[in-house]
């Protein structure tokens, strides 16, 4: 597993996602921008009750990433994000989803499939909404997903051992 640190930024997405979840002054800020969505589409109307719940969830799905990872078993957390598809396809979108007992998960991981159980995360969500499209905030994370998905493209890397020898010729 990979992460993506765009230029300009201090660390990678996927440490700048889980930071963002952990802290209850980011949270309640975004809940309070969202809340028409936390509440029509999740019936959560107390935004202290969301970032609970969100802190909770995150660290849970931290542990289990970061746990399977190290097995190299990550194929078991990721998913195509289109949910029609049904084959691998060469540098697939991926994400990988929380798991809460209150509801469905609103946390979202989003990767780049290079081969195997291998990937690159290319950021990270809260998706109160039923499509990415919905939202800047999701809409940004599906044109990041593509720019990084294009770079791999133009470098020519179709599975993991190329995104190895990109990294090694840089």
């Known amino acids: 597993m990979w992460s993506v640190r765009y230029d300009g930024q201090d660390e990678n997405a996927f440490y700048q996602a889980f930071e963002h979840w952990s802290d209850?002054?980011?949270?309640?800020d975004f809940f309070f921008q969202n809340k028409n969505d936390l509440n029509e589409h999740f019936r959560v109307i107390n935004i202290d009750k969301a970032i609970y719940e969100t802190i909770d969830e995150a660290?849970?799905?931290?542990?289990?990433?970061?746990?399977?990872?190290?097995?190299?078993?990550?194929?078991?957390?990721?998913r195509p994000?289109?949910?029609?598809r049904t084959i691998n396809v060469t540098l697939g979108k991926e994400k990988a989803k929380g798991k809460s007992f209150q509801h469905s998960s609103w946390l979202r991981i989003y990767?780049?499939?290079?081969?195997?159980?291998?990937?690159?995360i290319t950021g990270g969500a809260i998706k109160l909404t039923a499509t990415m499209q919905e939202r800047e905030h999701t809409l940004a994370e599906l044109k990041k997903m593509e720019m990084v998905r294009n770079h791999l493209i133009s470098e020519g890397v179709a599975d993991a051992e190329g995104f190895i020898d990109l990294l090694q010729t840089q």
């Open 111 to 120: 990767a780049i499939k290079v081969g195997g159980s291998a990937y690159i």
């Open 24 to 28: 209850p002054v980011w949270l309640r």
């Open 81 to 84: 994000l289109e949910p029609y």
């Open 59 to 78: 660290d849970k799905l931290q542990c289990l990433i970061l746990d399977l990872a190290l097995e190299s078993n990550l194929e078991q957390v990721f």
